[in-house]
């Protein structure tokens, strides 16, 4: 069998609707694993789910796993941005920032923890960005949240690693999304000038990196921080 393959595995994405998290579900489904994708916004593949509701998110896992037997891998990859300089940012900007992409992700983790260790191929990815990394002018909320990511990860690594569940980290530099294309041309250039590849990644690219870390392929990597940035950091 193909050391990539993701056979009989069963994901649970959040996110699912968004650029980076359609090309995530894709890429799984490509690798065989039976996918749940689960955003705010529900669409034709993904089902609705706020991930700030405790409740809901708790219920998702319980059926998804319900459902296909188990949960064996678990990607979150729903974020968002609310962008000020320091002195200008809102308290809700802060607060709705870190509770989608931080908090969610431990309310997650927590969830599906009891699944992750009576699997044999718990993984669990979650999607940072370099800019919790290097900090970003006017994202003080969003590099404090992406940050906080990695060490959430690298704890619930020593934690779930005496189960054999692995818990790893992507860090996107610039990616061409919806959500991107949205920014000045300015900033866009400036961005990609930075990298050392000379272009924006594509969703893929992240993509493919996640199911790097979810398969066989990465069975001794835990607690790692794997950078999709084209070189943007140490530019």
Known sequence: MNALSLHGAVALVTGAAGGIGQAICAALRAADARVVGADLDAGRECVPCDVTDREQLEALITRTASEHGGLDVVIHAAGITRDAILWKLADEDWSAVMRV???????????????????????????????????????????????????????????????????????????????????????????????????????????????????????????????????????
Not at 121 to 138: A, C, D, T, Y
Not at 144 to 161: E, F, T
Not at 184 to 213: H, N, S, Y
């Open 101 to 235: 992409n931080l908090d969610a992700a431990f309310l997650l983790l927590r969830a599906a923890a009891p699944h992750l260790r009576n699997s044999s191929r718990g993984s669990v990815v979650l999607i940072s960005s370099i800019n919790g990394e290097r900090g970003k002018l006017g994202q003080s909320n969003y590099a404090a949240s992406k940050a906080g990511l990695i060490g959430l990860a690298k704890s619930a690594a020593q934690d779930l690693g005496r189960d054999g569940a692995r818990v790893n980290v992507v860090a996107p530099g610039f990616i061409d999304t919806a959500m991107t294309q949205s920014l000045p041309t300015e900033i866009r250039q400036r961005a990609i000038a930075e990298t050392v590849l000379g272009r924006a990644g594509r969703p893929e690219d992240v993509a493919g990196a996640v199911v790097f870390l979810c398969s066989g392929l990465a069975q001794h990597i835990t607690g790692q921080v794997l950078r999709v940035d084209g070189g943007q950091l140490m530019a």
